[in-house]
C-alpha cells in the first residue's frame, strides 16, 4: 500500500487541528478511547460540539495555550492509502517548522478562513510549498458554514489565490480548490449538502487520487553510499556490498557505473535486499549493491549511471532558510551534511534575503537570522557531488550542522 | 521479466492490505539503521523482547546482510518481565550470534538508587530510567535505538528520528533538531546520547502486518490463551504472576486472553481475544476500537504521564 505524506500549516484559529481531527474521525481512525478522552475534554470546556483538535495538540504546553509549537506527527490510513500528516505552526516564527514539515511532503493542505480570505500567513504557506517543490496543493477554503456557505464568497477567495499562483516558480505545481466547513464534516471526507454548487472532489477524494510515488525528479539515479558490508566470514569471504538508498531512477544489474569522487567505471554485479538478489531495484528502496570490478568506496561516495554525471563542485550557492537563533554570518564555519557526505563550510556571502510573501528579494545586510530565507554562497573543504534542487530534491539539499553545539542550524536548497 | 523488488513483493501479498506499505517504511527503517552505525561508535539494540523491538532486530539484519548485526542489544530488565519473554530473547539471541546485555532494576534498587513502588498500581516500569541511564554511562553508548512509535501517544508525536539526550538523559522537546529530507544530524558532544527510532513512522498495524508478511516469530502471549485474571478499573490483569498486586476481594476467573503490548507485568493490562494465530490478530488489530496504550495503566495515571516521564529520560 502507498504512503502519502501531507504538509500543514496554520495558525491558532483557522480550524486546522479541527480539520485534522475531523479527518481522523471520518476515516474511523479515532480509537474508542481517544473519542472518549476527546468527549471528556469537550463535555469539560463546556463546548456542545466535539472538540477534535484535541485529537492532534500534542504536547502540554500546547494544550495550555491552545496552539501548536512544533512539528507533530498523525497517521491515518483508508483501504487504499495511508497518510502521515505534518502539522506544523504556521506563524512567522515557525517559517522553520513549516519548511521541515513541506520537506518530506508531497502534498499541502493550506488553510484559508472563508471570512477572512487570502491574508499574510497564506502566502507564505504557498511561497513554502513553491520553494520546496511540493507537488500538490490543496487549497481548503475552511468555516464555510459561518459565511452561509456562498458560492461567491468562494469563488472570490479562488480568484485572489489564483493570483498569488502568478508568482509561482513551480508551474508544475497542481492547486485545487475545496469549501469546506471541518467542524461540520462538509466536503472533508463526505459531500456537502449545503453545498450543491461545488461539483469537485472532497478532501480525502483528492488525496485518495494522488500518485503517492510521484517525487518530481529528473530521473536519474543517484545512490549515495552508506556503509560498506564486509561479512568477513568464511561463506562470505570476498563479499563486499555498498549499502545505501536509491534515489533518482532504477538501477540493473548491468548497468555501467560511474563512482565518485574517483570517477572509477565498473558494472553493478549484484544487487541485494537481505539474501535476495534482483536484477532491477526501483528508486526509494534501500539496498545493497556489489560491484564487478574491485573499487576502493567508502562512506559518502556515490554512485551514478556513467553518462548522468552530476555537479562535482567545491562551491555551492543555494537558498537557505536559517533554522538557529545565532544569525548565520559570513565568515562562520558549518558542517555542510549532503547526502552521505559531512564537509566543513565556510559561509562567503550571504547575497539577499527573500521575503515569504512574494514581495520580491532584497539585498541582504549579510547576515541571516532565525526563521529568515535567503542566497548563500557556501565554500566547502572538499567537493560535494550535486543536482540542483528542481532537478533532484534528495541530491539538491543539504543541512548546515553548527561547529560548536552540533544543531541543525539551516537547510538549503542548491540552485 | 525483470525480477524488480517491487514486482517480486506481488506474491507475497496475500490478504493483508498494508503489506505493500511496509515497503517505503522498510527502507526508510533500514536507512536509519545504516545511517546509525555510520555516524555513531557504540550503538546499542534496547530489546525489551516485545513485538517492536523484535521487529527491529529483523530489519537490523536486513540492513546489514550477509554481515552479523554489528552491535549489542541490551535488555533492562524489571524482573517483572513475562517468563515467556525472557526465554524467547535468549533463543533469538543465540540465534542471531550476537551479545546480549542484560541490566536489573532489581540491582538499582538493592543499591538503594530506586525505591520500589508500593501499592495497588505499584509498577517498576518508572524504575527502569536509572538503570538505563546507568547502563548508557557504564557502556558509554552514543546511540540507543528503540522500537517506539509516533502513533502510540500524543508526546511521541513529536519525537524525532535521531533524538538527542543530555548527560542526564533528559528530552528537550522545545529544542529538537529539525530533520530535514533523509538528512540526519547525529553529531553529538561526549556524554550526550542519541536515541534513535527506526519505526517511528510505522503504526501498530504496520508492525502487525510485517510480522505475519515475514514470518517472525513472536512470544506465545502475544496470542489468545487461557489465563487466571482478575478486573480492576475495567482492565483485565493476570492473576498467575506475583508481581500484580491483587486486593483479597478481586476475584479470580479464568479468561481468553491475549496481550498487544509485553512491558513490565505490573503495568500491562490483558485483552479479550480468541486471536490464536498471527491472521486473527492481524484482523483483530485492524478492526481494533481500543488505542494500543489504552492497556497501559501507566499512562492512565494523567494525561500528560508520557510526556513527563519522556523529559526524564524514559524511553
Same mark, same amino acid.
Given at each position: 500500500?502507498?504512503?502519502?505524506?501531507?504538509?500543514?500549516?496554520?495558525?491558532?484559529?483557522?480550524?486546522?487541528?479541527?480539520?485534522?481531527?475531523?479527518?481522523?474521525? !471520518?476515516?474511523?481512525?479515532?480509537? !474508542?478511547?481517544?473519542?472518549?478522552?476527546?468527549?471528556?475534554?469537550?463535555?469539560?470546556?463546556?463546548? /456542545?460540539?466535539?472538540?477534535?483538535? =484535541?485529537?492532534?495538540?500534542?504536547?502540554?504546553?500546547?494544550?495550555?495555550?491552545?496552539?501548536?509549537?512544533?512539528?507533530?506527527?498523525?497517521?491515518?490510513?483508508?483501504?487504499?492509502?495511508?497518510?502521515?500528516?505534518? *502539522?506544523?505552526?504556521?506563524?512567522?516564527?515557525?517559517?522553520?517548522?513549516?519548511?521541515?514539515?513541506?520537506?518530506?511532503?508531497?502534498?499541502?493542505?493550506?488553510?484559508?478562513?472563508?471570512?477572512?480570505?487570502?491574508?499574510?500567513?497564506?502566502?507564505?504557506?504557498?511561497?513554502?510549498?513553491?520553494?520546496?517543490?511540493?507537488?500538490?496543493?490543496?487549497?481548503?477554503?475552511?468555516?464555510?458554514?459561518?459565511?452561509?456557505? *456562498?458560492?461567491?464568497?468562494?469563488? *472570490?477567495?479562488?480568484?485572489?489565490?489564483?493570483?498569488?499562483?502568478?508568482?509561482?516558480?513551480?508551474?508544475?505545481?497542481?492547486?485545487?480548490?475545496?469549501?469546506?466547513?471541518?467542524?461540520?464534516? *462538509?466536503?472533508?471526507?463526505?459531500?456537502?449538502?449545503?453545498?450543491?454548487?461545488?461539483?469537485? /472532489?472532497?478532501? =480525502?477524494?483528492?488525496?485518495? %487520487?494522488?500518485?503517492?510515488?510521484?517525487?518530481?525528479?529528473?530521473?536519474?539515479?543517484?545512490?549515495?553510499?552508506?556503509?560498506?558490508?564486509?561479512? %568477513?566470514?568464511?561463506?562470505?569471504? !570476498?563479499?563486499?556490498?555498498?549499502?545505501?538508498?536509491?534515489?533518482?531512477?532504477?538501477?540493473?544489474?548491468?548497468?555501467?557505473v560511474t563512482v565518485l569522487p574517483s570517477l572509477t567505471q565498473s558494472r553493478i554485479k549484484e544487487i541485494y535486499f537481505y539474501d535476495k538478489t534482483f536484477d532491477e531495484a526501483t528508486a526509494g528502496s534501500s539496498v545493497t549493491i556489489c560491484l564487478e570490478d574491485e573499487v576502493n568506496i567508502t562512506r559518502g561516495d556515490m554512485l551514478v549511471k556513467e553518462d548522468e554525471l552530476p555537479t562535482i563542485?567545491?562551491?555551492?550557492?543555494?537558498?537557505?532558510?536559517?533554522? /538557529?537563533?545565532?544569525?548565520?554570518?559570513?565568515?562562520?564555519?558549518?558542517?555542510?551534511?549532503?547526502?552521505?557526505?559531512?564537509?566543513?563550510?565556510?559561509?562567503?556571502?550571504?547575497?539577499?534575503?527573500?521575503?515569504?510573501?512574494?514581495?520580491?528579494?532584497?539585498?541582504?545586510?549579510?547576515?541571516?537570522?532565525?526563521?529568515?530565507?535567503?542566497?548563500?554562497?557556501?565554500? =566547502?573543504?572538499?567537493?560535494?557531488?550535486?543536482?540542483?534542487?528542481?532537478?533532484? %530534491?534528495?541530491?539538491?539539499?543539504?543541512?548546515?550542522?553548527?561547529?560548536?553545539?552540533?544543531?541543525?542550524?539551516?537547510?538549503?536548497?542548491?540552485? | 521479466?525483470?525480477?524488480?523488488?517491487?514486482?517480486?513483493?506481488?506474491?507475497?501479498?496475500?490478504?493483508?492490505?498494508?503489506?505493500?506499505?511496509?515497503?517505503?517504511?522498510?527502507?526508510?527503517?533500514?536507512?536509519?539503521?545504516?545511517?546509525?552505525? #555510520?555516524?555513531?561508535?557504540?550503538?546499542?539494540?534496547?530489546?525489551?523482547?516485545?513485538?517492536?523491538?523484535?521487529?527491529?532486530?529483523?530489519? #537490523?539484519?536486513?540492513?546489514?546482510?550477509?554481515?552479523?548485526?554489528?552491535?549489542?542489544?541490551? &535488555?533492562?530488565?524489571?524482573? &517483572?518481565?513475562?517468563?515467556?519473554?525472557?526465554?524467547?530473547?535468549?533463543?533469538?539471541?543465540?540465534?542471531?550470534?550476537?551479545?546480549?546485555?542484560?541490566?536489573?532494576?532489581? $540491582?538499582?534498587?538493592?543499591?538503594?538508587?530506586?525505591?520500589?513502588?508500593?501499592?495497588?498500581?505499584?509498577?517498576?516500569?518508572?524504575?527502569?530510567?536509572?538503570?538505563?541511564?546507568?547502563?548508557?554511562?557504564?557502556?558509554?553508548?552514543?546511540?540507543?535505538?528503540?522500537?517506539?512509535?509516533?502513533?502510540?501517544?500524543?508526546?511521541?508525536?513529536?519525537?524525532?528520528?535521531?533524538?538527542?539526550?543530555? $548527560?542526564?538523559?533528559?528530552?528537550?522537546?522545545?529544542?529538537?533538531?529539525?530533520?530535514?529530507?533523509?538528512?540526519?544530524?547525529?553529531?553529538?558532544?561526549?556524554?550526550?546520547?542519541?536515541?534513535?527510532?527506526?519505526?517511528?513512522?510505522?503504526?501498530?498495524?504496520?508492525?502487525?502486518?510485517?510480522?505475519?508478511?515475514?514470518?517472525?516469530?513472536?512470544?506465545?502471549?502475544?496470542?489468545? &490463551?487461557?489465563?487466571?485474571?482478575?478486573?480492576?478499573?475495567?482492565?483485565?490483569?493476570?492473576?498467575? $504472576?506475583?508481581?500484580?498486586?491483587?486486593?483479597?476481594?478481586?476475584?479470580?476467573?479464568?479468561?481468553?486472553?491475549?496481550?498487544?503490548?509485553?512491558? $513490565?507485568?505490573?503495568?500491562?493490562?490483558?485483552?479479550?481475544?480468541?486471536?490464536?494465530?498471527?491472521?486473527?490478530?492481524?484482523?483483530?488489530?485492524?478492526?481494533?476500537?481500543?488505542?494500543?496504550?489504552?492497556?497501559?495503566?501507566?499512562?492512565?495515571?494523567?494525561?500528560?504521564?508520557?510526556?513527563?516521564?519522556?523529559?526524564?529520560?524514559?524511553?
Amino acid at each position: 500500500m502507498e504512503v502519502l505524506k501531507i504538509a500543514t500549516a496554520g495558525s491558532v484559529d483557522d480550524g486546522k487541528s479541527t480539520l485534522i481531527g475531523r479527518l481522523l474521525y !471520518d476515516t474511523k481512525s479515532l480509537t !474508542d478511547d481517544k473519542l472518549e478522552a476527546i468527549r471528556n475534554s469537550s463535555v469539560k470546556k463546556g463546548y /456542545d460540539y466535539l472538540d477534535f483538535s =484535541l485529537a492532534t495538540d500534542g504536547l502540554v504546553a500546547e494544550r495550555e495555550q491552545g496552539i501548536t509549537i512544533d512539528v507533530a506527527h498523525i497517521y491515518f490510513s483508508t483501504p487504499r492509502k495511508s497518510y502521515i500528516i505534518a *502539522d506544523t505552526p504556521g506563524h512567522i516564527e515557525y517559517t522553520r517548522n513549516m519548511v521541515t514539515g513541506a520537506s518530506t511532503s508531497q502534498v499541502a493542505l493550506i488553510l484559508i478562513d472563508a471570512r477572512k480570505g487570502v491574508i499574510e500567513q497564506t502566502y507564505r504557506h504557498f511561497f513554502i510549498n513553491n520553494l520546496l517543490r511540493v507537488k500538490e496543493v490543496i487549497v481548503v477554503v475552511n468555516k464555510m458554514d459561518l459565511v452561509d456557505y *456562498d458560492e461567491a464568497i468562494f469563488e *472570490d477567495i479562488k480568484a485572489n489565490f489564483e493570483k498569488l499562483n502568478d508568482n509561482s516558480t513551480y508551474k508544475e505545481q497542481q492547486v485545487s480548490y475545496v469549501p469546506v466547513s471541518a467542524l461540520k464534516g *462538509d466536503n472533508v471526507a463526505d459531500r456537502s449538502n449545503e453545498m450543491p454548487w461545488y461539483q469537485g /472532489d472532497t478532501i =480525502l477524494e483528492h488525496l485518495e %487520487k494522488i500518485d503517492a510515488s510521484a517525487n518530481g525528479n529528473k530521473g536519474l539515479v543517484r545512490f549515495p553510499v552508506q556503509t560498506v558490508i564486509r561479512p %568477513k566470514t568464511e561463506e562470505y569471504h !570476498d563479499f563486499r556490498g555498498f549499502a545505501g538508498k536509491l534515489y533518482g531512477g532504477n538501477l540493473k544489474v548491468g548497468d555501467a557505473v560511474t563512482v565518485l569522487p574517483s570517477l572509477t567505471q565498473s558494472r553493478i554485479k549484484e544487487i541485494y535486499f537481505y539474501d535476495k538478489t534482483f536484477d532491477e531495484a526501483t528508486a526509494g528502496s534501500s539496498v545493497t549493491i556489489c560491484l564487478e570490478d574491485e573499487v576502493n568506496i567508502t562512506r559518502g561516495d556515490m554512485l551514478v549511471k556513467e553518462d548522468e554525471l552530476p555537479t562535482i563542485q567545491k562551491e555551492l550557492r543555494a537558498t537557505v532558510c536559517w533554522m /538557529d537563533n545565532k544569525q548565520l554570518l559570513p565568515g562562520s564555519k558549518y558542517f555542510v551534511q549532503h547526502s552521505t557526505n559531512r564537509v566543513l563550510s565556510k559561509i562567503s556571502a550571504v547575497k539577499n534575503t527573500i521575503a515569504t510573501d512574494y514581495s520580491g528579494s532584497k539585498l541582504s545586510d549579510g547576515k541571516l537570522s532565525l526563521n529568515e530565507i535567503g542566497e548563500v554562497e557556501i565554500k =566547502l573543504s572538499k567537493p560535494v557531488f550535486y543536482d540542483s534542487f528542481t532537478e533532484n %530534491k534528495s541530491n539538491g539539499s543539504f543541512i548546515l550542522i553548527d561547529e560548536q553545539t552540533n544543531a541543525t542550524a539551516g537547510v538549503g536548497f542548491i540552485n | 521479466m525483470n525480477n524488480t523488488i517491487q514486482e517480486i513483493k506481488k506474491p507475497i501479498v496475500n490478504k493483508s492490505l498494508n503489506t505493500l506499505k511496509a515497503n517505503a517504511l522498510e527502507s526508510e527503517a533500514i536507512y536509519i539503521f545504516r545511517e546509525v552505525v #555510520a555516524q555513531f561508535e557504540r550503538p546499542v539494540l534496547l530489546f525489551s523482547g516485545g513485538k517492536d523491538s523484535i521487529t527491529l532486530v529483523r530489519l #537490523a539484519q536486513k540492513a546489514f546482510w550477509p554481515a552479523k548485526i554489528p552491535f549489542p542489544l541490551m &535488555h533492562i530488565d524489571t524482573g &517483572h518481565n513475562f517468563p515467556e519473554t525472557i526465554a524467547f530473547r535468549d533463543k533469538l539471541v543465540k540465534e542471531l550470534g550476537v551479545e546480549l546485555i542484560v541490566r536489573n532494576v532489581q $540491582d538499582s534498587i538493592d543499591e538503594g538508587k530506586v525505591i520500589e513502588e508500593t501499592g495497588k498500581y505499584a509498577s517498576r516500569n518508572m524504575l527502569q530510567t536509572t538503570t538505563l541511564l546507568d547502563a548508557i554511562e557504564e557502556f558509554k553508548f552514543d546511540a540507543c535505538i528503540g522500537g517506539a512509535r509516533r502513533d502510540e501517544e500524543k508526546a511521541r508525536a513529536k519525537e524525532r528520528v535521531f533524538s538527542v539526550r543530555d $548527560d542526564f538523559g533528559q528530552w528537550d522537546e522545545k529544542n529538537q533538531r529539525p530533520e530535514l529530507f533523509d538528512l540526519l544530524n547525529g553529531k553529538i558532544e561526549l556524554g550526550q546520547n542519541v536515541r534513535v527510532f527506526p519505526i517511528s513512522n510505522w503504526t501498530e498495524l504496520d508492525v502487525w502486518s510485517y510480522i505475519e508478511k515475514e514470518a517472525i516469530e513472536i512470544p506465545s502471549i502475544y496470542f489468545a &490463551h487461557k489465563r487466571k485474571t482478575f478486573v480492576r478499573d475495567g482492565f483485565i490483569w493476570s492473576a498467575e $504472576d506475583e508481581v500484580v498486586f491483587r486486593a483479597e476481594d478481586e476475584v479470580v476467573e479464568e479468561r481468553t486472553v491475549r496481550f498487544r503490548t509485553v512491558g $513490565d507485568m505490573s503495568c500491562t493490562a490483558a485483552v479479550e481475544s480468541y486471536a490464536d494465530t498471527i491472521e486473527k490478530v492481524v484482523s483483530e488489530i485492524r478492526d481494533s476500537k481500543i488505542s494500543e496504550r489504552g492497556a497501559r495503566i501507566d499512562d492512565k495515571r494523567s494525561e500528560a504521564a508520557m510526556e513527563k516521564r519522556k523529559q526524564q529520560g524514559y524511553f
